[in-house]
C-alpha cells in the first residue's frame, strides 16, 4: 500500500509527487497520457503557448532549476512547455514513480482501514492512506452532441485531444467550431495554409494581442537576478501574475489619458490589459464600458468588412466577464477571401454530412474539421472518476449543484482525499495558486504523521461556510452574470455555479494559512 496516489501528471501532479518524496512519503502518480505534462501534453494543436509569461509559470522551489531552464519567448509555446516538464521529471529524479497510461476510473474510501482503493481502466487495483485529485481545471474536453459525426467522410479532431502525428490541413476544407481561446490561437495558423477555412462562432469574445517576443540572453541575466522579485510580485497579486493593477480609477483621470493607457496597454504583452489596468475595470459599470468601448473600436479598426466586425463584437458580456483569449493576427484572418466566419446565433449546425457540415442556410464542404468547443471545465474530469467516500456516497452527486468543498482542498464525507487545482480554488496563473495548495496537503500529512492521526476531512459547516464566501468573491463584479466555463454553463445540463474562486491568491493564501494556524480550523481528524 502507497502512502499517496496522486492522479494526474500536469504541473500541479508534479509538484505535488515532488513536495511529497521530499517529505519521504511512499507516492504512485497515475497519468492517463504515455507522457508526462498534463495540459502541455495534450493540447499539442499548432498555436498552442501560454498566456501567461514563460518565466511566471514555471516552477520556483529550485533557483537553480530557474536559473539553467532558458526560456525562449516570452510566452512559450507547447513543445516547449512539453520538455520543460519532462526535464523537470527527469531532473529530480520523479519519473520511477509516475505511471503513465494508467487512467483511473473509480475510487472508493474503506472506513475501516482508513485508505482509499483506486481502480484503473486495466482493472489494476491499487491502495493509498491518501488520494490526491491534480487532474487540471481544463482537462475533459467537451464534444458537442452534433447529429451525423459518425458519418463523416473527413478527419476530425479536438484541439484537446490533438494527435502527436502531424495533421495535414495545407490546401484543405478545413472548419473550426469554437472561438475561445484555444480556437483563437489555432485559427491564424488555419488561415495560412488552408485552401478554405470555415470558422464557426458560438459567442465572440473580447480578444486582446498576444504581443510574444523572444527573451534574449540579457533578458534571462535580469530574470536570473529578479528571482526572488518575480516570485514576490506573483504571490503579492491576485491572479498570480507579475501584473498589479493601477490604484487609480479610470473616471478619475481625464478622457485622453485614459485613452493613452488603454492603448499602452493595448501594445504590452501578455494579459496586461485586463490585469494592469485601472483598478475598477471589472467593479464599476462605466469604467468597464470605457474599456469596452475602447476595445470595440479595435475590433472595427481591424476588420475590414464592418458586417464581420459587428458579428466579432461580443454582445452576450463586457470586457473582464470573461477571461480574455489571446491572439496574434486573429483579427485579420477574416480579412482574408478564403476564410468565411459563420455565427451560430443565426445560422446554427444541424448535422455533418458525409463531406461536409450542414446548417439552417446551407452546407459547407469540409475535409478536415476541429473541434475547438472547450471542456467540461474544473469538476467534469474530477466527477468522471467514480468516487464514492464514507458510506459509499458518490462525490458526483454531492457536487451535482456545484462543487462543494472547504477551502478548495477536501469536501466533507470523504476523508483523505485533497484537491489540487480543483474547484473553488485556483484562478489566474494556475501554478502560483496550486502550489500553495500542494504546499498545504504536504504540511497537513506531516502534521497527521505527527499527531498518529488516520484520517482528516472537513465539517460540514465549514464547508457550506466556505461555499458562501466563494460565491461572495463574484457579487458585485463583472464575473457575476457571465456566461462562462466558469460558471459551467456551456455544458449542457450542468447546474450554474461559480466553480472557481476570485477572491486572488493572496486572500486564498490567508485563508489557508489562518486554518492551519487555528489548528486546522473546519477540519476534523480521527
Request: charged share 20%.
Amino acid at each position: 500500500m502507497y502512502d499517496v496516489i496522486v492522479v494526474g501528471a500536469g504541473i500541479s501532479g508534479i509538484y505535488q509527487l515532488y513536495r511529497l518524496r521530499e517529505a519521504g512519503l511512499s507516492v504512485c502518480l497515475c497519468e492517463a497520457g504515455s507522457g508526462v505534462g498534463g495540459t502541455w501534453y495534450w493540447n499539442r494543436y499548432p498555436g498552442a503557448r501560454f498566456d501567461s509569461e514563460s518565466y511566471s509559470y514555471g516552477y520556483f522551489f529550485s533557483r537553480e532549476l530557474f536559473e539553467e531552464w532558458r526560456w525562449s519567448e516570452e510566452f512559450a509555446a507547447q513543445p516547449e512547455t512539453e520538455r520543460y516538464l519532462n526535464h523537470v521529471v527527469d531532473r529530480f529524479d520523479l519519473r520511477r514513480d509516475i505511471h503513465l497510461a494508467t487512467r483511473i476510473t473509480g475510487a472508493a474510501y474503506d472506513e475501516a482501514d482508513a485508505a482509499w482503493l483506486v481502480t484503473t481502466a486495466n482493472g489494476e487495483q491499487l491502495r493509498a492512506r491518501f488520494l490526491v485529485s491534480a487532474v487540471g481545471l481544463l482537462s475533459e474536453p467537451y464534444l458537442p452532441a452534433i447529429p451525423g459525426l459518425a458519418d463523416f467522410a473527413g478527419e476530425w479532431h479536438h484541439t484537446a485531444r490533438w494527435p502527436h502525428e502531424a495533421v495535414e490541413l495545407s490546401g484543405r476544407r478545413v472548419a473550426v467550431i469554437g472561438t475561445g481561446s484555444s480556437g483563437v490561437q489555432l485559427i491564424p495558423h488555419a488561415a495560412r495554409v488552408a485552401a478554405e477555412l470555415v470558422v464557426f462562432q458560438r459567442t465572440a469574445n473580447w480578444c486582446t494581442p498576444l504581443n510574444n517576443r523572444p527573451l534574449p540572453a540579457s533578458r534571462h541575466q535580469e530574470l536570473r537576478r529578479s528571482f526572488h522579485d518575480i516570485y514576490r510580485a506573483c504571490h503579492a497579486s491576485p491572479g498570480g501574475f507579475v501584473h498589479r493593477p493601477l490604484p487609480l480609477s479610470a473616471l478619475e483621470v481625464d478622457p485622453g489619458e485614459r485613452l493613452a493607457h488603454f492603448q499602452h496597454l493595448y501594445d504590452s504583452p501578455g494579459l496586461t490589459m485586463l490585469l494592469a489596468n485601472f483598478r475598477d475595470i471589472t467593479t464599476d459599470q462605466n469604467a468597464n464600458a470605457a474599456v469596452t468601448a475602447f476595445l470595440r473600436g479595435k475590433i472595427r479598426d481591424r476588420v475590414t468588412d464592418p458586417a464581420v466586425a459587428e458579428l466579432l463584437i461580443p454582445d452576450d458580456h463586457t470586457f473582464g466577464m470573461k477571461r480574455p483569449p489571446l491572439e496574434d493576427g486573429y483579427y485579420e484572418v477574416f480579412n482574408q477571401a478564403h476564410v468565411t466566419l459563420v455565427p451560430l446565433a443565426r445560422e446554427p449546425i444541424q448535422a455533418f454530412t458525409r463531406h461536409g457540415i450542414a446548417t439552417t442556410n446551407r452546407t459547407y464542404p469540409v475535409d478536415v474539421a476541429v473541434f475547438a468547443t472547450g471542456f467540461d471545465a474544473v469538476t467534469g474530469a474530477i466527477t468522471r472518476i467514480d468516487i464514492r467516500g464514507r458510506g459509499g456516497a458518490r462525490l458526483a452527486h454531492h457536487w451535482a449543484a456545484g462543487p462543494r468543498t472547504h477551502l478548495g482542498l477536501q469536501s466533507a464525507g470523504f476523508p483523505n482525499l485533497f484537491f489540487v487545482g480543483g474547484p473553488q480554488s485556483t484562478t489566474g496563473n494556475i501554478p502560483r495558486a496550486t502550489e500553495i495548495q500542494v504546499d498545504w496537503v504536504t504540511a497537513c500529512l506531516r502534521h497527521m504523521a505527527e499527531h498518529g492521526r488516520r484520517w482528516v476531512e472537513p465539517t460540514a459547516a465549514a464547508e457550506a461556510a466556505w461555499l458562501s464566501h466563494v460565491s461572495s468573491t463574484v457579487r458585485g463584479t463583472a464575473l457575476e452574470h457571465a456566461t462562462s466555463w466558469a460558471f459551467g454553463s456551456n455544458i449542457p445540463g450542468k447546474a450554474r455555479a461559480y466553480q472557481l474562486y476570485a477572491g486572488g491568491i493572496p486572500a486564498y493564501r490567508a485563508h489557508c494559512e489562518a486554518a492551519v494556524e487555528r489548528g486546522y480550523e473546519g477540519f476534523t481528524f480521527g
